[in-house]
């Protein structure tokens, strides 16, 4: 039995199902991760989503912020931009279990493999949170994704305030502000204040920021961290953090890791990818 993470997918069906064939995967012996952002700038979101449904329980996903963008789209909160692609499912005939299926989704999880912990998120990780936080946070999201109230948290969920973590938030405060730590978040000050307008690579962060997994008194150090969402960083593996997002919908690679016996034996696999998006427009 192997066990793969893979990063952004973005609509991309076909590079997807590319990525499957070039690691041999079985969905009878293997797991695959993916870290979020299946959906959206790519052709084939529907595609993506229908495989990972007929897959079931040998792929399973994590919830970025263009899979929220698609449950807002979906109950008309908001519209649609010009570089979105979702209409392939949004006047889809299963359209209804397709959304279904993404809200069930978590925003994280956490999985024991050689003796260690994985923790895996979409963007980041507020240097504040433990690693029992994360998760503990990240279900008070998924209960509001998951039950009746869905459309009005939907509505207020967009916005970057507050932007520094308490632990006395409450409300909407407090459940915006985990949505975007776990799904938006590159830089933060060293105490954790986040900045969502910066797309640098970790090389070159703004004045007074650095990625949040620098953050120096990050209390989640020694627990490896597996994400995505940050295409200019890349490829990133150092012995605690892991960076997947390689491009894929701009023209890069569609990136997997696939762990050995330990979490320190990472062997990485790529397929190139078409480019279906330019920057900028």
Request: with cysteine; glycine share 10%; net charge negative.
């Amino acid at each position: 039995m192997a066990l793969y993470c893979v990063g952004d997918i973005q609509g991309c069906d076909a590079a997807f199902e590319r990525l499957l064939c070039e690691i041999g995967f079985s969905a009878s012996r293997d797991t695959v991760y993916l870290l979020g952002d299946l959906v959206n700038r790519g052709p084939g979101s529907a595609a993506v989503l229908r495989r990972c449904m007929q897959l079931g329980d040998s792929v399973r996903a994590l919830l970025g912020n263009h899979d929220l963008h698609l449950l807002a789209a979906a109950h008309g909160v908001r519209p649609p931009s010009r570089r979105d692609t979702l209409q392939g499912i949004l006047q889809a005939s299963d359209r209804e279990a397709m959304l279904d299926w993404l809200r069930r989704q978590p925003l994280a999880r956490r999985l024991r493999h050689g003796g260690e912990d994985l923790l895996l998120v979409h963007a980041g990780v507020l240097p504040q949170w433990t690693a029992d936080d994360v998760l503990t946070l990240a279900a008070e999201v998924e209960a509001e994704l998951r039950g009746p109230r869905l459309p009005g948290f939907l509505r207020q969920m967009y916005g970057n305030s507050p932007d520094l973590w308490g632990a006395d938030l409450q409300g909407m405060d407090r459940l915006r502000i985990i949505v975007n730590a776990l799904t938006r978040l590159r830089f933060c000050t060293p105490e954790g204040r986040m900045e969502f307008d910066s797309t640098e690579s970790a090389a070159q962060p703004p004045a007074g920021l650095l990625p949040w997994f620098d953050a120096p008194d990050r209390r989640t150090r020694g627990t490896l961290i597996a994400f995505g969402h940050w295409s200019t960083l890349g490829w990133f593996s150092r012995p605690d953090v892991l960076g997947l997002d390689t491009g894929c919908v701009w023209g890069g690679c569609l990136s997997a890791v696939r762990f050995g016996a330990t979490l320190a034996e990472r062997e990485q696999c790529m397929v190139q990818c078409t480019q279906e998006q330019r920057p900028g427009g």
